[in-house]
């Protein structure tokens, strides 16, 4: 409304039509106006009775009323604070009336770049831009030099499982056209009972989490064998799998009807009468039942199912199938035990090794408190037994009686690792066991509000309190709480990719929403090593660090992005980033000579970015840079840096993070949407950087 009447299109919004020449008049305005007239547009927003002055009563009702439809995550006295504070900026205690003119308004943008970066938000989209970057996914090619380069080992990985699978093929149609002059039907059959064998072996080997964790604690074996990849080998087995048992199946089928035979069709295809198999002519009825349970299998192994709220234990249950599959497979095929052997040795002992742990004082703990940040997200705070080692990123499966006594759940441990005393885990509330923990200790805390010890988090002086969207609550089980020790079962830890981050020259940590918590075990890591290395002089008391760690080390430089929905959850994690900001700056005061040692990038989704051109997001703009610019706070976060909203461009931050870091190899993190996964590789391609992913789902 306010925009058609500075453009003289009142009687267009009271109508609620406007032509098409008003709509290019407009248009031509917003795109090729110069900034003095973009300003002059913001100008009369505010000036509401048109008297070519902005009052700060105007521009504050303005901004309650926009920050309200904006759905400004804060309190009432926070927004109002954040106008106050913003206000100051225009200087309206100058003038008897706190009136100001245009040409005073427009001085204040002119004195700040990023004020002044506010006016070309006052625009149309570019077309030809989304086109570009439309024509970007459409032409995006994995097989470059620098993807070839960047993969070789798995390239190489992959050949090989391939000329395996082709050998054993060339192999069976040599041997049985040769040797046993089979028919075609039967040779058909027998490659995909051939191809069967090795690859659900290999299968096994490929999910075998202890020998994963050693080979990756090995830096020459993870250099050459792709263990980051064993999910994604394992689902291309698994389909190698279903697509031989069809095969096989159906050249069965069909050499049943071509052959001649004494036994009739059934009977070779339902019972035991043809003596098929080298158990008690088991393969026909065995052959059916593998089939059903593959079946199941792998139509609750789909992505559509997995990904499905709930589904997920649909998925985990039905995988213990393999149970019976092997079992069955054993008795069904004469020669699979020559193949299985070796991986069910190596799982014998990984069981017997897991199980000692679990069930023995080593997997044994309780909690020690648990913090419910928000409606959607808990912390436990466990105690961390004293012969329990693990490493950045990695993750154990945890057991609660109290809940399901027999179910195990994988959460990445998000605490550092010179942390002895306890292990901090932070899990998402999903319709499944999370949810029923979540509300188990949610319920706890209202039922037992007259005993138990409840607190507020204990936040920084440079974070108020009414920054947190909901105070979370503490409830501590020890002896003072009078609350009752809450034993669990531990197992592991188990590695992921993110163990390698320190053997980097320069890193990007990319987390979406809860999957930011493998980085985080990093950042404590960190500060760790910061605060160990301070040298304090006993005359002046002047704090410096160790020549190690400011020159010795092979982690040169860090850039922590975290992409959040909802702006509430940079709470979970808020205390650790604003005490990095603090000690980062005391180490730069001590060496001034020395650049940024971690730089922290945070993107708020649920607002359209600004970078596409929005005109509803100039207020808002102009709020958050005049509020940063006088309190040098984030007026989300009150972090020193500032939360960006919309989604990251990634294009245009990776070619900056490598005209930044081009003397230094740069290795990419992420954990989080599989979607977002997929751009970010792809722009890790271009750039040629190094792509490390993290599953959600262990």
């Not at 006016?119 to 989209?125: A, G, V």
């Not at 897991?354 to 309780?366: D, E, H, P, Q």
Request: charged share 20%; hydrophobic share 40%.
């Amino acid at each position: 409304e306010r925009l058609l009447k500075i453009v003289e299109q009142e009687a267009a919004y009271n109508k609620n039509s406007i032509d098409g020449t008003s709509v290019l008049r407009i248009a031509r305005l917003l795109w090729a106006g110069t900034l003095s007239v973009k300003a002059l547009i913001l100008f009369k927003l505010f000036d509401y009775d048109n008297n070519n002055r902005v009052s700060l009563s105007e521009m504050k009702t303005f901004y309650q009323q926009y920050l309200k439809e904006f759905k400004f995550p804060h309190n009432e006295n926070r927004t109002n604070e954040i106008i106050d504070i913003f206000l100051t900026g225009f200087h309206f205690d100058d003038d008897d009336d706190q009136q100001i003119n245009f040409d005073q308004f427009y001085t204040v943008l002119q004195s700040n770049d990023e004020l002044l970066h506010t006016l070309y938000l006052i625009s149309i989209p570019d077309q030809h831009l989304l086109i570009s970057n439309l024509q970007n996914k459409i032409s995006h090619h994995c097989c470059t030099r620098e993807y070839i380069k960047n993969n070789l080992n798995r390239i190489i990985c992959l050949f090989i499982y391939i000329l395996v699978n082709l050998s054993l093929i060339i192999y069976v149609v040599v041997y049985r056209l040769m040797m046993a002059k089979l028919n075609g039907w039967e040779i058909t059959a027998r490659i995909g009972g051939e191809l069967i064998n090795f690859n659900f072996s290999f299968s096994f080997l490929l999910m075998l989490k202890q020998t994963i964790t050693l080979i990756r604690s090995n830096s020459f074996l993870r250099h050459y064998v792709p263990v980051d990849n064993h999910i994604d080998l394992h689902k291309i087995v698994g389909t190698v799998i279903a697509v031989s048992s069809i095969v096989h199946s159906l050249a069965l089928m069909i050499n049943y009807t071509v052959k001649p035979s004494e036994y009739t069709w059934i009977q070779q295809m339902f019972t035991t009468i043809p003596q098929y198999g080298w158990i008690n002519g088991t393969a026909p009825i065995t052959g059916i039942v593998l089939f059903i349970l593959l079946f199941i299998m792998v139509l609750c192994a789909m992505q559509f199912v997995r990904q499905k709220t709930g589904y997920y234990q649909l998925f985990y249950y039905t995988h213990l199938l393999y149970v019976p599959l092997f079992i069955l497979l054993i008795i069904h095929s004469r020669d699979f035990w020559k193949w299985f052997i070796g991986p069910i040795v190596l799982f014998s002992v990984e069981k017997l090794y897991s199980f000692k742990r679990c069930f023995g004082k080593y997997g044994l703990t309780y909690l020690l408190s648990v913090t419910i940040e928000d409606e959607n997200v808990l912390s436990l705070i466990i105690y961390r037994p004293h012969n329990f080692s693990f490493n950045i990123g990695d993750y154990i499966f945890i057991n609660f009686p109290l809940i399901a006594s027999y179910e195990w759940h994988p959460f990445t441990i998000s605490s550092g690792p010179e942390e002895k005393n306890f292990l901090r885990l932070h899990i998402q509330k999903q319709k499944n066991w999370t949810k029923k923990l979540h509300d188990y200790f949610t319920n706890y805390s209202k039922q037992r509000d007259s005993y138990e010890k409840l607190v507020d988090t204990v936040l920084l002086p440079v974070m108020p309190e009414y920054t947190r969207i909901q105070s979370p609550k503490i409830i501590e089980f020890n002896d003072q709480s009078g609350n009752k020790q809450i034993n669990l079962r531990i197992d592991g830890p188990y590695s992921s990719c993110t163990r390698y981050i320190f053997d980097c020259e320069h890193c990007v940590l990319i987390g979406g929403g809860i999957g930011i918590t493998p980085y985080v075990s990093v950042l404590e890591s960190l500060m760790y090593q910061f605060r160990s290395q301070r040298m304090i002089c006993s005359n002046c008391s002047h704090m410096n660090y160790t020549n190690e760690f400011c020159c010795r080390r092979t982690l040169k430089k860090v850039d922590f992005i975290w992409i959040n929905r909802d702006v509430k959850n940079f709470g979970w994690f808020i205390k650790l980033l604003s005490d990095f900001e603090v000690e980062q700056e005391t180490y730069l005061n001590a060496n001034p000579e020395h650049e940024r040692y971690l730089d922290i990038h945070l993107y708020f989704t649920s607002l359209a970015s600004n970078e596409t051109n929005r005109m509803g997001n100039v207020a808002y703009d102009l709020v958050a840079n005049v509020y940063s610019q006088i309190s040098h706070k984030d007026m989300y976060t009150n972090l020193k840096t500032k939360t960006r909203i919309g989604r990251p461009n990634w294009k245009l931050l990776f070619s900056k993070l490598k005209v930044e870091q081009k003397n230094r190899t740069t290795s990419v993190f992420f954990c989080g949407n599989k979607t977002m996964g997929q751009t970010i590789n792809q722009q890790c391609q271009e750039q040629n950087f190094l792509f490390h992913s993290e599953p959600f789902d262990k």
